[in-house]
Each structure stands twice: as structure tokens, then as C-alpha cells.
């Protein structure tokens, strides 16, 4: 029994490999039913909520920013929120790449061919901490702000939320090794990461794997926060303070801050 097992999962993993070489792994069918359902006519400027969303247009070879500031100055950036999701969650490899248009003013189309934002913006914060002219405060107002310098990282309180860190060991790698690789050892040298098995993974959406990733999440909440030391790309804990009261301290500094601003 264990043989036929062993050897049914040898034969699903080369079938998977050779079919992400071919192709994406997901055609992505059932998940543009589903966006398209939840979603509706919704556009990205009438988001409850400010959001920046990052894309990457890979007809244009650029980085394509769509937030609902964005959506309400150019109407060729008011896309659909269901288009913009299924462009921005197109991963290479895993689902294909997706096409839309929009219409300008006087009736002329914009295309976007897109992939997975992440490919050129996996940090959003810097996309949007950058615009010198355009600030939302948060009692919903907007700002225009004229020659001034980009936001100062002081004025800004980001949240970041991680999907894992490097395990602390030496370097696996070097210029000299990555020198002779050739196309299946970058496929296969691609990092590593703290989470293991099913939990690991960017696919698995069972119910057991949604139980666990919760329960991981909570047991992270009980450990010390932690930063990153851009020195050498570590996580280093700062103090006692849990990531739980880092939170709740956070939530407090929103609040506070919020109310400030409605008195003035």
C-alpha cells in the first residue's frame, strides 16, 4: 500500500511539473465566476475603504497602480473591482495572465494585459507613500498637497502583516554557484520559508489547511514582535511586547489619531 501510494504521489508531482512548464497550473475559470459574482459592477473608486492595489502589465513591461484616489482622478483607472483583483492574483505559473479595457472620456479604450502585482510591487506601502500631491487623512478627506517632499517614513504607521520568514542559517548561495545554474535550478533555488507541508503552500484551501493556518496565526499572536534588520534581512525581536499588544497599541494610535483630527 505504501508503494502504490509513494508511487501515485511521484506521478502527481511530475505531472504538476511538466504541466507548470507548459502552462499555468489553474485556468482560472471558476475563480473569474466567482470574483465576477461577488463583486458585481462594482468600480475601484467606490471602495468602502482606500485601497492601492499593485498590477504588472506585462505588454508594457510597467508596474500598473490602481487605488481608489486613482479611480475618482482618471476614468481609465476606474476599472472594474473584479478585473483588477483577477489581474492583480494572476500569478505566473499558477493561473494565466488576465486581459480587460476601460474607456477613457471620449470614448477611446485603454488595455491591460496583467499579471500578479507582487511580480513589481510586493511592498504597496511604497507605492503609495511616494505621491507628493495626493494625501487621504483619516477622517476621509482629501489633501493636495503642492511642493512638498514625499511622505517622511515618521508620518506614516504601517501595518505589515509577513507570509513567513527565512530560516536562520548561512547563506545557501552565492555568485558563484548561481553563475552555472541554468533554468531548473532557479526554479528550484527559490528560497525557503518557516511554514511547512500543506501550510506552505499557495493552493491548498481545505478546511484542515485553513484550520491550521488559523491556528498558527494565533500562536504567532503570543510571540514577541519583531523586526526586520535591513543590515543583514533578519528578524530580530524588539523588547517583551507580544504581537498581540503590538496590535492592539496600533489600533489604539488609529483611534487617537483619528479623533485628533475630527476635533481640529
Not at 472594474?80 to 474607456?103: M, N, V, W
Request: aromatic share 6%.
Amino acid at each position: 500500500m505504501n508503494l502504490i501510494r509513494i508511487g501515485n504521489n511521484l506521478i502527481n508531482t511530475v505531472t504538476s511539473f511538466f504541466g507548470a512548464v507548459t502552462g499555468p497550473k489553474y485556468d482560472g475559470k471558476h475563480l473569474r465566476t466567482l470574483v465576477k459574482d461577488l463583486l458585481g459592477n462594482t468600480t475601484v473608486n467606490q471602495t468602502l475603504t482606500d485601497v492601492v492595489i499593485p498590477t504588472f502589465d506585462i505588454k508594457r513591461l510597467q508596474p500598473v497602480i490602481f487605488s481608489t484616489d486613482a479611480g475618482n482622478e482618471d476614468v481609465s483607472k476606474n476599472a472594474l473591482l473584479s478585473d483588477i483583483c483577477l489581474g492583480t492574483s494572476a500569478a505566473p505559473t499558477y493561473l494565466p495572465a488576465y486581459y480587460f479595457e476601460t474607456k477613457y472620456e471620449n470614448g477611446q479604450t485603454r488595455s491591460y494585459d496583467l499579471i500578479d502585482g507582487g511580480v513589481a510591487a510586493n511592498n504597496p506601502v511604497n507605492s503609495n507613500s511616494h505621491n507628493p500631491h495626493l494625501q487621504r487623512t483619516l477622517d476621509g478627506k482629501i489633501q493636495v498637497c503642492v511642493d512638498i517632499k514625499p511622505m517622511e517614513s515618521r508620518n506614516m504607521l504601517v501595518l505589515s502583516l509577513g507570509t513567513g520568514v527565512p530560516k536562520q542559517e548561512e547563506p545557501k548561495y552565492n555568485a558563484a554557484a548561481a553563475s552555472k545554474w541554468g533554468l531548473l535550478n532557479w526554479v528550484f533555488h527559490n528560497g525557503r520559508h518557516t511554514l511547512t507541508g500543506d501550510a506552505a503552500s499557495l493552493d491548498i484551501a481545505t478546511k484542515e489547511n485553513m484550520q491550521r493556518l488559523v491556528q498558527i496565526g494565533n500562536e504567532l499572536l503570543k510571540k514577541p514582535m519583531s523586526r526586520v534588520n535591513l543590515e543583514t534581512g533578519r528578524f530580530e525581536v524588539v523588547g517583551e511586547v507580544t504581537n498581540e499588544e503590538a496590535l492592539i497599541r496600533f489600533a489604539e494610535q488609529l483611534s487617537e489619531e483619528r479623533k485628533r483630527r475630527k476635533v481640529q
